[in-house]
């Protein structure tokens, strides 16, 4: 079994500093560890389609919208929790690969929505179903009913972060 690194820096905080509680270091840095694993391997198949870290992320909110499969920037800037900026860096690369086409939202020109091209969309739903099973089979671990209580109580932790902000 792999070594909880986690597990050891909370046992030396214990040894050096026992007038402290570092268990929460068991839920946050385990978490923190947790992210930096999932990433590594999540990233493998969107590197072989030739996507760059998040462009995946535009594609599959771009296909949830449903048909047309088109969004604007800003929304799309709102619903990943990026910045414009990092939209348009995005945007600029899934264009220039032929996944998305953007065009005017309006008479003027100003305005702008993003559209999965047929390629992307083809792309899309072939990389949803090879993502699912990568993810399902990083929790493997886990029973369903563990993964069911797991996923109960980051819920409860995500809705408590984001409540007292």
Known sequence: MAEDV???IVEQWARERPDLDASPMLIIGRLQRLAHLVDGRLRPPFAAADLANGDFDVLAALRRAGEPFQARPTDLSRSLLVTTGAI?????RLQATGLVERESADGDGRGKTVRLTPLGLETTDRLIGVHLANERRLVGALTEQEREHLQELLG??????????
Do not use: M
């Open 6 to 8: 986690v597990a050891g």
């Open 88 to 92: 348009t860096k995005r945007l600029d």
């Open 156 to 165: 409860r932790l995500a809705e408590s972060l984001e409540r007292d902000g």
